[in-house]
């Protein structure tokens, strides 16, 4: 039995490790990417499922409030998403809201995810389908993912990869990582301005 104490050194050195291996270029172009799309005047969609659809939730308010983006997510209107789930189905789900909200190409849609989304595997597929519409739309498509990235990091026009360093504890760290981005991006200050 591990004790709490290594448990906790261990977790917080998988922390350190992480921060070590994250690439500050692909935060960088991140940045960059939504720097164009404010100035564009563009609208900001971010889809999640579990932990990560929180982590949307959250960071819609520090892109309206922090950087003045125009930004939603479908996991903010609970029976929306539930009355789509029942009459469309959970796959269709996120692409059938961007159809709704007029997706464009001066859009981006922003995917927080474990895995990333994997139709083959049966993994969040609503993800994948979603992208594949924003793709045919011409929208800039980011992500903050981990593992091997799924579909995101396939069709994403730029992807921050959190780096996986142990199978055991791949979401804890997935997702809290998704907000330490996430929170780096927004207090930027060429996005804060």
């Known amino acids: 039995m591990v004790s709490i104490q290594n448990y906790t050194q261990d977790y917080f050195k998988g922390i350190s490790e992480i921060v070590s291996k994250l690439s500050k270029k692909d935060i960088n172009d991140t940045i960059e990417a939504l720097l164009a799309l404010k100035k564009r005047k563009g609208r900001l969609?971010?889809?999640?499922?579990?932990?990560?659809?929180?982590?949307?939730?959250?960071?819609?308010?520090?892109?309206?409030?922090?950087?003045?983006?125009?930004?939603?997510?479908?996991v903010d209107?609970?029976?929306?998403?539930?009355?789509?789930?029942?009459?469309?189905?959970?796959?269709?789900?996120?692409?059938?809201?961007?159809?709704?909200?007029?997706?464009?190409?001066?859009?981006?849609?922003?995917?927080f995810s474990v895995g990333?989304?994997?139709?083959?595997?049966?993994?969040?597929?609503?993800?994948?389908?979603?992208?594949?519409y924003?793709?045919?739309?011409?929208?800039?498509?980011?992500?903050?993912?981990?593992?091997?990235?799924?579909?995101?990091k396939k069709v994403a026009t730029h992807c921050i990869l959190v780096p996986t360093i142990t199978s055991e504890k791949i979401t804890p760290y997935a997702e809290a990582f998704q907000a330490v981005i996430w929170h780096g991006i927004v207090n930027c200050p060429v996005l804060v301005e």
Request: hydrophobic fraction near 35%.
């Open 134 to 152: 924003a793709q045919k739309k011409g929208s800039t498509i980011l992500g903050i993912v981990s593992r091997d990235g799924g579909y995101t």
């Open 45 to 74: 969609f971010l889809l999640g499922v579990g932990g990560s659809a929180a982590n949307c939730s959250h960071a819609v308010n520090d892109f309206r409030k922090i950087c003045n983006i125009e930004t939603y997510t479908p």
């Open 77 to 111: 209107n609970v029976s929306e998403l539930t009355a789509r789930t029942n009459d469309d189905g959970w796959d269709s789900v996120f692409v059938n809201w961007l159809k709704g909200s007029r997706l464009t190409k001066k859009d981006a849609v922003m995917i």
């Open 116 to 132: 990333g989304g994997n139709i083959e595997k049966n993994i969040s597929t609503n993800i994948p389908k979603a992208l594949d």
